[in-house]
């Protein structure tokens, strides 16, 4: 007699009789969330608590989800995270206007940028928008193809950490109306890279730490300086011009005003995303950490 295999039945395809969508959505939800939360509050202690003892840890109490939080408290903590920091925009790549007509620039040559900003605290009530500034060389001596790429970019991360950043902040920048111009094709500032600032001295003391960074000579032979008759706007604007129907105010010429080191990132041609090497707003992830 042979024995009959009878097969298990399936489990049953149905959602439970007491299935409580918003809850499931919320264990579902929460969990990938504050993942999320923590890795973008990840220069605070493994072990951290919550608190609002400081700016960051304010922040992400304010961010992270609890199982008591209705919709409007998700919403507005996602809103916070994502959109107001900027948790949305990391590691995007933006582009304006047709990608086709985008070449890599210098061939071969990887370029490093070195972002400056306003302090949010600084921007003055009837300003509009932060102050900036972007400065870049060339790395003359690498390739895109060279084999010892990814290590070279962590040694000059790590400089650029010591040469622009103290304490985990920024070193600061006072721009200004006088434009100073560095001219050293050989060794990566090819087409006579400028800085507005107050001084000629601010101006070379960031030329000499770029150079440093790098491990070239800095030669003030190589500088030129502009000192335009035009004066720096101090003050608010208050000139309009109507653009599209609609009224706005100029842009303020060469204000006297302080920016921060913010972050640096090279450029890699045939690479579409900048490789990020050291970031003081925590938004990115850099080669090297503060």
């Not at 042979?2 to 929460?30: C, K, M």
């Not at 990840?42 to 961010?63: E, G, Q, Y």
């Not at 060339?138 to 790429?149: A, F, K, V």
């Not at 730490?209 to 300086?225: A, G, H, L, S, W």
Request: glycine share 4%.
């Amino acid at each position: 007699m042979t024995d009959t295999i009878v097969p298990a039945s399936p489990p049953e395809d149905s959602l439970p009789e007491d299935f409580d969508p918003f809850e499931h959505l919320q264990n579902v939800y929460i969990p990938q969330h504050n993942a999320a939360v923590a890795l973008y509050f990840k220069d605070l202690p493994t072990d951290w608590k919550p608190n609002i003892a400081t700016a960051r840890s304010s922040l992400r109490v304010a961010c992270t989800m609890l199982d008591s939080d209705n919709q409007l408290m998700m919403n507005l903590r996602h809103h916070l995270l994502f959109d107001l920091l900027g948790y949305n925009r990391k590691n995007l790549l933006l582009y304006y206007g047709s990608i086709e007509n985008i070449q890599p620039p210098v061939e071969g040559h990887p370029k490093i940028v070195f972002y400056f900003s306003q302090d949010s605290a600084s921007v003055p009530s009837e300003q509009n928008y932060k102050a900036d500034a972007e400065y870049s060389l060339r790395l003359m001596d690498l390739e895109n193809t060279s084999t010892n790429l990814h290590s070279k970019l962590v040694e000059i991360a790590n400089e650029i950490k010591m040469q622009f950043v103290e304490s985990k902040e920024g070193i600061i920048l006072t721009k200004g109306n006088l434009g100073v111009i560095y001219k050293d094709p050989k060794h990566g500032f090819s087409n006579g890279h400028r800085i507005l600032t107050n001084t000629e001295a601010d101006a070379i003391d960031i030329y000499k730490r770029m150079c440093n960074v790098i491990d070239v000579p800095f030669d003030e032979q190589k500088i030129t300086v502009s000192n335009p008759k035009k004066p720096s706007t101090i003050g608010s604007v208050t000139e309009t011009q109507v653009i599209m129907g609609k009224t706005r105010k100029k842009r303020a010429y060469r204000r006297v005003i302080n920016v921060r080191f913010t972050y640096a990132y090279a450029l890699i041609p045939g690479e579409a995303q900048p490789i990020f090497l050291i970031d003081t707003t925590y938004r990115h992830n850099p080669l090297v950490k503060l």
